[in-house]
Structures are given as C-alpha cells and as structure tokens.
C-alpha cells in the first residue's frame, strides 16, 4: 500500500507534498504524488497545463491515470520539470490532466486511489491559494487547487487538505489566510527536507525553497521575484495546517463551482465568473508579449540569460563583480535574504552561468548560503 498525495497547486506543490509526506509517514514510505504539469512560462513556454497527451515515456497507470517518468518527456515546444523531479523525488509522480474537467480529474484520482490501494487522500497546498474565496486582490493562480477539491469531492474517497506555509508563495498575505486555517497541526523540521535536498539546485519554486528554508531554521526578510512585497521568514513559516476536505470547499467557492465543469474550458469560465479573471488567459496574453518582443529582436534578452550577461551585450566586468554591485544594491531594499531564482533573473542568468556563480559564492563566502536561500552581504 503506498501513501496518496495530491500536490494541488502544481510545480512546486509536489516538492511540498514530498515534506509533508516525509513529515507524516518518513521519507522511505512508499507514496505516489499527483501533480499538474501546470508551470511557470520560463519552463513551459505553452500556456495553460499539459495533458497525458503531451507527453511522451509515461506509464499508463489505469485507462486515464499516467505516471511521470525520468524517461518521460515532454513534446515540444512545450516544456516541463516534472520528469527530472521523478528522478529527485522519492514518491513516484502522476499526472493529473484537467482537459476533462472534475470529472476526468475524479476518474485519474480514483485510479490513483486503487493503483496505490489507499483509504484516504491527501491533498497539499503550499501557500494558501486551496482556501481562497476568490476576492483576494493579490490572488493569482486559484484554478488549479479548486480543481482538485472539486474532484475529490466528486469522488468522494475520505480525504484531508494540508496548508503549508501559509503566504509564502508571495500571493495572498499569511495575516488573511491564517482565520481561516486555525491552529497548525505541526512544524516542519529539518531532517524533514532530506529528501528535497538537491532539487533546488535547478528547480525554479520559490514558495517550497522558502518552506524549505524555514524548516531547517533561516530566519529574515527574504526577496522574491517580481514582488515588492518581501516574505518574513519566522517559525510560522514551517507551519502546517490540516482541514477536513468539507471545510475547504465552504472556504472555496470556486471550488464549488467547479463540481459539474466538464471540461477545462468551463473550469476557466467559472474561475471568471467567481474571480473575475482566468489566469490561463493572463498566461496567453503574457507568452504572446514574449513572441511579440522575439519577433522584433527584444528577445535577445533570452540568449543573453544563457549566457549570463544583460540585455544583448557582455558587462564589462565579471560575473563575480556585477553580482557584488546587485548584492549591495538589493541589500539596501530591506532584504536579509533572496532566493536563487530572483538572482538567476534579475542577473539575467542561465542555469550554466549561475551554477558557476554558485560555486564562486560557495567557495569565497560560505556565510551566504542559507540553502536553498542566499544570505545578502551588505559591504
């Protein structure tokens, strides 16, 4: 029998799954996480989520389910970080594929409850957006979390919703969500992340390094990408908090809404009509401003982040040197501490360019690492 985890959010909510699941049963327990292939535009360049359609090397798990793979891949131009986290992560990975609406997700979630011959569910958000009503102003990505509820409670197999981290996805503030979710039931701690612990070497999740950061004990201001609003890291921030899956839904009332969506279309038009937006279109409209600027030779910007230089041209200085100048100026905001992506976008860094930073930083200044954070020097 192996452990059912649903990773609701996607991306970096299967990482947090992967704690939560170390944190309740240990880290060799055997689990299967569930996860969206539903990721940032600086992974998948397609807008919205990836079907078991869009990929290739997965293994069929039931008529609909299909397991990730290290061997899996996904066909392009699409993109997606989900079959090297099945070669990082402990649990096996599936994938959930929402073109069929909570129905379809219901099918996939019923097929993963007899694959692993669970009794229950778990279903683990990191951040908060499961228990969202929809009028938060900052709210951005709902859709995917109120999917999930909606199918399991379509279902109907007993299960239970784990908050971790409130707020720390930078999205809706830990101080509104925090009523809502009512005392937490643990802490993450330290030994908990053994088994993330290299994922953040590549991985771009914000909202899990962070968690991560906070379990193992990182305390401070830390900066995020594109957000004027920093995370205060203290031990709330390893928090995590249980609900019943009946709490969460009267929290939720996309998810409510969500109950007959038959497919992913309808699912948009709902999160529409009860938020008033469909991030799926804010993706559309963001990754045509992308092609946009390609097209008319902005876009160099792109091969200059894998180069590891600014916008079309090499710095005079090094990379050590241009780091420094960033790392005084972005001290002097208030920051005690930053995450690895905000320095690989606002350095306009490749992976290659910033694994090299890394191990200069490792090497002249071991007081910066705060893994997965980077602790700011202000001299």
């Given at each position: 029998m192996k452990s059912l985890l649903i990773a609701a959010g996607g991306g970096g909510d299967a990482i947090t799954a992967t704690l939560v699941h170390a944190a309740l049963h240990g880290a060799d327990a055997p689990a299967l996480v569930l996860t969206y292939a539903w990721e940032r535009l600086v992974v998948d360049p397609v807008p919205g989520p990836r079907g078991r359609a869009d990929f290739t090397g997965t293994v069929p798990a039931g008529d609909q389910l299909r397991l990730i793979t290290p061997r899996s891949a996904p066909l392009p131009p699409a993109g997606s970080s989900l079959p090297r986290l099945a070669a990082d992560l402990r649990p096996e990975l599936g994938l959930l594929d929402p073109y069929e609406g909570t129905p379809g997700l219901a099918a996939q979630i019923g097929e993963a409850v007899t694959h692993c011959g669970a009794d229950r569910i778990v279903v683990v958000d990191v951040g908060g957006d499961v228990v969202t009503d929809g009028t938060e102003p900052t709210l951005r990505s709902p859709l995917a979390d109120a999917l999930v509820l909606a199918a399991c409670a379509r279902l109907g197999t007993p299960a239970e919703v784990y908050v971790a981290g409130p707020g720390l996805d930078n999205e809706v503030p830990a101080e509104l969500l925090l009523p809502r979710l009512g005392a937490p039931?643990?802490?993450l701690e330290a030994a908990?992340?053994?088994p993330v612990g290299a994922v953040f070497d590549w991985h771009p999740s914000e909202a899990s390094a962070l968690l991560v950061a906070a379990a193992r004990?990182?305390?401070?201001?830390?900066?995020t990408r594109d957000s004027e609003r920093p995370i205060t890291l203290t031990s709330d921030a390893a928090h995590v908090h249980r609900l019943t899956l009946e709490d969460a839904l009267r929290?939720?009332?996309?998810?409510r809404a969500l109950a007959d969506a038959a497919d992913l279309a309808e699912a948009e038009e709902a999160s529409r009509q009860v938020c008033g937006f469909s991030e799926i279109e804010r993706e559309r409209r963001r990754a045509l401003a992308l092609r946009e600027?390609?097209?008319?030779?902005?876009?160099?910007?792109?091969?200059?982040?894998?180069?590891?230089?600014?916008?079309g041209r090499r710095a005079p200085e090094g990379l050590w040197d241009r780091f420094l100048d960033w790392e005084r100026t972005t001290f002097r905001l208030g920051l005690s501490h930053v995450t690895s992506r905000r320095?690989?976008?606002?350095?306009?860094?490749?992976?290659?360019?910033?694994?090299?930073l890394?191990?200069?930083?490792?090497?002249?200044?071991?007081?910066r690492d705060a893994a997965p954070l980077w602790r700011l020097h202000g001299g």
């Open positions: 039931a643990f802490a908990d992340t053994e004990g990182v305390r401070g201001v830390c900066g929290l939720n009332p996309l998810a600027e390609n097209a008319d030779g902005t876009g160099a910007a792109t091969a200059a982040r894998a180069e590891g230089a600014p916008e320095i690989r976008e606002e350095l306009r860094l490749g992976l290659d360019a910033f694994q090299r890394r191990a200069q930083l490792m090497a002249a200044s071991p007081a």
